[in-house]
């Protein structure tokens, strides 16, 4: 089993993602899918847009290394990581995670082990955009510590 | 060896990739980042805080002690915020 990586700017369709993976099988039970979305605000200020940016080559590489310890972490039947770049209005997709299994445990644990990761550790940086101008989104140190959660013992 | 600078350091240092040529005093990714710093005031301002800086070496996170030797591309950025 290989995991679908793909970073774009275009928008993802959930249902295609989540019917290349359950498609003419009949061993999947479980797909559990995250999708994270613009908020129309950061801390508590109207914001007009995002802009991602992202180090290409080194996203993708950093993405297959989670998706391949998720499957060598759990019964996995399939694994889909779509993240978008560029700019994203409130409301829009930014990322989405599917991990597909026989059973439920799996599915859920791997897709958030996989956006724990991802959150902390892939090369993705967010711009906002607002009334006051634009400025970098600054990292929230919980998004480590849910990162490390997953090493520990 | 090939620099990169992304997020608010690439807009600091006001270029996104470089090649540079440090010399053989220079052995961390921590030294990379002092050396960097003293080539003018642009390339302070983006390491004030060395201890926010990330690094990557060939694609890979690595430590501010790690050593750059034999490294192809070496890049610097804030904290990820993606997801």
């Avoid at chain 1, 109207?46 to 993405?63: D, F, N, Q």
């Avoid at chain 1, 998720?70 to 779509?82: D, E, I, N, Q």
């Avoid at chain 1, 940086?125 to 998004?143: C, F, L, P, V």
């Avoid at chain 2, 090649?19 to 002092?34: F, H, K, N, S, Y």
């Amino acid at each position: 089993m290989t995991a679908t990586i793909r970073i774009q700017q275009a928008d993802f369709d959930i249902a295609q993602e989540i019917a290349a993976l359950t498609k003419g099988r009949n061993d999947v039970g479980a797909v559990v899918t995250f999708s994270g979305i613009c908020r129309g605000s950061e801390n508590g200020e109207p914001i007009a847009a995002l802009t991602l940016e992202h180090y290409p080559g080194m996203a993708e590489a950093e993405i297959k290394r989670h998706t391949d310890e998720a499957m060598s972490r759990w019964p996995l039947t399939g694994l889909t990581v779509v993240h978008r770049v560029g700019r994203i209005a409130p409301g829009e997709n930014i990322v989405l995670v599917l991990a597909a299994s026989a059973h439920r445990q799996a599915a859920f644990q791997a897709a958030e082990f996989l956006m724990d990761y991802l959150k902390a550790n892939a090369p993705f940086w967010k711009r906002e955009e607002s009334a006051k101008g634009t400025s970098w989104i600054e990292a929230r140190g919980h998004d480590d510590e849910a990162a490390a959660r997953w090493t520990k013992p | 060896m090939k620099v990169k600078y992304f997020a608010w350091v690439r807009e600091r240092i006001g270029i996104s990739e470089e090649m540079v040529e440090p010399p053989a005093a220079v052995r961390t990714v921590d030294d990379l980042i002092g050396w960097l710093s003293q080539r003018g005031e642009t390339y302070a301002y983006a390491f004030e805080k060395p201890k926010v800086i990330r690094a990557a070496i060939d694609h890979t996170h690595v430590k501010p002690d790690a050593m750059i030797s034999g490294a192809r591309e070496i890049a610097f950025f804030p904290p990820m915020t993606g997801g």
